[in-house]
């Protein structure tokens, strides 16, 4: 059964520091593209980070560039969203999500379509 299960959001205070998890399981990361999405509070559900499959390729969308980077540890099927300096506007729901077969280009997901479960982060003083 192909499956996404993620952990690591919180609380955590502007300019802080979190890193979701997103560990796979019934398919091997380093083979599809993975994408980070986020949905605000009250808003559209929007791409932030991705990383290839292929090559380890990263991007990140303009809101979070500088900050934000998605980074895969092979050995355990996981993929991570390293988040610094986080700003209340951060504050969502996160998701992982394979695949994504065009990172850096589209966001659309190609034919695992399978999603995490999602991990609130809150970023609030």
């Known amino acids: 059964q192909v499956q996404l299960v993620e952990s690591g959001g919180g609380l955590v205070q502007p300019g802080g520091s979190l890193r979701p998890s997103c560990a796979a399981s019934?398919?091997?990361?380093?083979?599809?593209?993975i994408g980070w999405y986020r949905r605000p509070p009250g808003k559209e559900r929007e791409g932030v980070s991705c990383?290839?499959?292929?090559?380890?390729?990263?991007y990140n969308t303009d809101s979070v560039k500088g900050r934000f980077t998605s980074s895969r540890d092979n050995a355990t099927n996981t993929v991570y969203l390293q988040m610094n300096s986080l700003k209340p506007e951060d504050t969502a729901v996160y998701y992982c999500?394979?695949?994504?077969?065009?990172?850096?280009?589209?966001?659309?997901?190609?034919?695992?379509?399978?999603w995490g479960q999602g991990t609130l982060v809150t970023v609030s003083s």
């Open positions: 990383i290839s499959g292929r090559d380890g390729t990263t």
């Open positions: 019934g398919f091997t990361l380093d083979s599809y593209g």
């Open positions: 999500a394979a695949d994504v077969p065009k990172c850096g280009s589209s966001w659309v997901l190609g034919h695992l379509e399978v």
